[in-house]
């Protein structure tokens, strides 16, 4: 990773929020509440680390501007780099929501005195997902939090939290970087050619912290695979993946640590897989007229691939499962499984909805040649000839009602409709609309 300080000299493209924190820290006049207003993945977490690294350190430094910035150095500030302060905690989702218990034990300590910090500072990640109750819990904490007490609350859609939350809170917002601005940093920051800094950037998503984590050991491979191939490799790169999460989980040996190593599972990568499934949807969209049996086969293929991998997952918890039955009340366990299981499931039906969204963004790029916009706006700009033929051959409407069409599949699949039947139907229209 690019990131081993906390310091704000070394934050990307985000340099209003944080001038807006500084001068805060440097007139004094900071704020209890603040809210970070941003899309996932532009440097929220970077800026709330920096900031927090700003208020706990012991002897911050000036920077060449003049501006205080932390140390890097005292005990503080290392123990930040390494998430391991005491007085600097993330509450992040338990399951699917941040529930209200997690709330509770949040105003516990907060009233508490730092124990080696200024501050007792809690980061809450993403604040969207507190629920009716946890979110009346925390305004009930923020209205009666001691002096020492800082909160910082990361949201990307400030319509999803409570008012009262919101009009307590300073909001500060920070800037979605152009698809140019991030292939430029990766370029001068990690010395990348264009074509591997646009082909690092597309193989991300758009996605810019997953970027940065790319750049440092990405190696470029512009070989063009046939569809099959690309169909196999991606099929390859799933049970690969499976099976390095499998290697990640032997080391969890609490129930408390097996749960949150499941719902973590949907923040990990891979570059190989992902660079398998650019491929994979690159074939797919330029190939038109497949076989009339190719979209079934090929749609049941993945989906047991995806199945087999999430039961493999599971399946590596289960020795710590087996353990944990001897101490624990088998209705605790029983609980735990149900977790693990939705969270593997999660991760396997997240693998479809990141191909429908590769996808999506392909054609995306080709609506947008199509409109005769700028290259640079393109997100696979490593992949501009393809995109621009698919422009040419397609057209604005097709390509528009391809883009409605996958938007909607989406949507059916987080509702958990039969996953087989919505990817078979998306490889159809996309792939063999003319027989
Ligand atoms: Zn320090």
Known sequence: MLRKTNNFSDILLQENPSDVLRRSFEGGRIAQTYLFAGKASVGRMAVAKAFSALLQCKSPIKDENGRLDSCGKCEDCKRIISNSHPDVKLITPNGNEIKIEQIRELQDIAILKPTLGNWQIFIIDPAEKLNQSSSNALLKTLEEAPAHSLFILLASDTGAVLPTVLSRSEIVRFNSPSHQQVRDILQNKFNMEPEA???????????????????????????????KRAHT?????????????????????????????AWQLQTMTYQPLLEARKQLCRSLVMNTGLPKAFPLMFSQEIINTIDSASAFIRKSLDPMLAESKKSYPSAVIKDIETQISSATDKWGSDQIEKLFVCLMNLYTDAMLMAANAEETLLLNLDRKEDIITLARVEGFALLRSRIEMLEKSINLLRRYIQPLLILENVITQIGGAEA
């Open 197 to 227: 800094a646009a082909a690092c950037y597309a193989l991300s998503e758009g996605n810019f912290g997953q970027a940065l984590a790319m750049a440092e050991d990405y190696e470029y491979d512009p070989e063009v695979f046939t569809i």
């Open 233 to 261: 490799n991606y099929l390859l790169q799933l049970q690969m993946f499976a099976q390095l999460i499998e290697n990640d989980f032997s080391s969890v040996n609490t129930l408390e640590q097996a749960v949150n190593k």
